[in-house]
């Protein structure tokens, strides 16, 4: 009877947690898994173990679909350590609740109302509707352009490393590139700088970080009606938003660093190369993590801009993080209402609520708290150890928050307590923002008070 009443209490419990709250402890357990499977000594090509707190930076890393990495995947890691890395990456990438609801599906459990809130609360849907069958297309989604991604990346690597290795790095790259993950294994290399001039290689990864990047529903409204003009509102913000900052970056970096023989200046790189380059450079920093230039011999100004767009991240509901375009978007657009003296916020002959505003604002100023305050731990714990420099370690700080993975070389030699803020940084920078937010707004929805507090005037400007 008393060991009954415990299991009702402990159900009870349960049940009262916040569907946000679910979202944040099941990628948490997802991490904490990954990090004891990356300790054991078959994930380590020597035996060696793999020390916890370096376990669990990889282990976020992936599941944050960040990229960051403080000991190189394809000499440390063996196969099964490998494995174990591209299936955090795929289960980050999907979303804990995604693929619980895949699960549910294959055993025949029904989906509760408090399952498919949760759902909701993960792929930020404004309805329940249609929940259950977004997750199954999201699946088919996945699965259909991660295969044809690494079918097109075989033509490259089966030649360069054989039939087995080719298919293997194909796909574990594929899923990596449209996860947004930017983990690799081409080891010294330097990520994909051996492939800086390779149409194939690099367009196939620049077309799977957009692809990700640009989030299931819009993925979905694109096959469904293959007309701009027929898609809904989000989508077409989206798909603008995402070529203005594609565009506009590439000319950026490339007028930049012509001139710098570190990067797209270097007399060997093919002429026809450099426009290439600088394109993958403007869309690797919205949160993918692949490079083909040296990050730590950017110019500032290119550095500057990188880190601009690792703050703006990718788009809602997509596999990449940052605070998203759709976010900036409006807030771009609120400025220009406030300029022209108009009391609502339009944006495309469409008027956005005050709701969304505040939501948009309230992640624009979390985030950069957050960044703020973990770029000047980092520098307090580093002091003036070489290499560790104000821009360096801000951009490595950007790059933990908007889960990109771009480096200008200074997380292995990073400290203890300095890992550990660039791990609660990847935590926040997936779930952070967006799970305050939905918070924050479920509180909006639920105060029914009807007091109005007197108007008052303050200066701001």
Known sequence: MVELNILDALKK???????????????????????????????????????????????????????????????????????????????????????????????????????????????????????????????????????????????????????????????FHAVSAFCNAGFDLMGSAGSLTAYRSDFIVSGTIMLLIVLGGLGFRVLMDIYRNRNFHKFKFHSKVVLLSTLVLIVSGALIFYFAEIGNTATLGNEDIPFYAKPLMALFQSITPRTAGFSTMDQGQLSNASKLVTMILMFIGANSASTGGGVKTTTIAVILFMVISVIRGKQDLNMGKRRISHDILFRALTIVFISALLVCLVAVLIMSFEGHRAGMTFENILFETLSAFGTVGLSCGITSSLSSASKLCLIITMFCGRVGPLTMTLAFANRLANDKTKIRYPEEKIMVG
Do not use: H, W
Not at 125 to 149: A, H, K, M, P, Y
């Open 13 to 171: 419990k349960a049940l009262k947690i916040a569907p946000v709250q679910v979202l944040v402890l099941g990628f948490f357990s997802l991490i904490f898994i990954g990090a004891i499977l990356l300790t054991l000594p078959i994930a380590s090509r020597t035996g060696q173990r793999l020390g916890f707190l370096d376990a669990l930076f990889t282990s976020t890393s992936a599941v944050c679909v960040t990229g960051l990495v403080v000991v190189d995947t394809v000499t440390f890691f063996s196969l099964f350590g490998q494995i174990v890395i591209i299936c955090l990456i795929q289960a980050g990438g999907l979303g804990f609740m995604t693929l619980a609801t895949l699960l549910f599906m294959l055993i025949g459990k029904r989906i509760s109302l408090k399952e498919r809130l949760i759902i909701q609360e993960s792929l930020n849907e404004s309805s329940l509707q249609g929940l259950v069958s977004l997750v199954r297309n999201i699946f088919v989604v996945t699965f259909v352009i991660e295969t044809i991604g690494a079918l097109l990346l075989m033509i490259r690597f089966i030649p360069a490393y054989g039939v087995a290795k080719g298919i293997y790095y194909s796909f």
